[in-house]
Nanobody, 126 residues
């Protein structure tokens, strides 16, 4: 199995930027499709973005498209989420997630991911 740890959360003003990182250990990182989800208080966990094993394929939630960029560096066993033009509604705990596969299916249902990090808080002041 793979262990995931998120870094990079914090407090930022609306319109600002943050970059989240997700460091993986355990199994071969490139065997896993990776994703970011987020969960705000009182709300369900929601899909943010996913990236294929190679990094060539990506999918974004409509709410973040054009503002967030997901990427990965398989040599460093790390996935990233560059978040620009942050809005107060982006505030949440952000989680990285993974599932092992031979191919790539951009899954958006959190129930279809096998491994999760502990989450990192992102707060956005207006």
């Amino acid at each position: 199995q793979v262990q995931l740890v998120e870094f990079g959360g914090g407090l930022v003003q609306a319109g600002g930027s943050l970059r989240l990182s997700c460091a993986a250990s355990g199994r071969t990182f490139s065997n896993y499709v990776m994703a970011w989800f987020r969960q705000a208080p009182g709300k369900e966990r929601e899909f943010v973005a996913t990236v294929s094993r190679s990094g060539a394929g990506t999918k974004y939630a409509d709410s973040v498209k054009g503002r967030f960029t997901i990427s990965r560096d398989n040599a460093k066993n790390t996935m990233y989420l560059q978040m620009n033009s942050l809005k107060p509604e982006d505030a949440a705990v952000y989680y990285c997630a993974a599932y092992g596969t031979l191919g790539y299916v951009p899954r958006v249902d959190p129930g279809q991911y096998d491994y999760w990090g502990q989450g990192t808080q992102v707060s956005v002041s207006s």
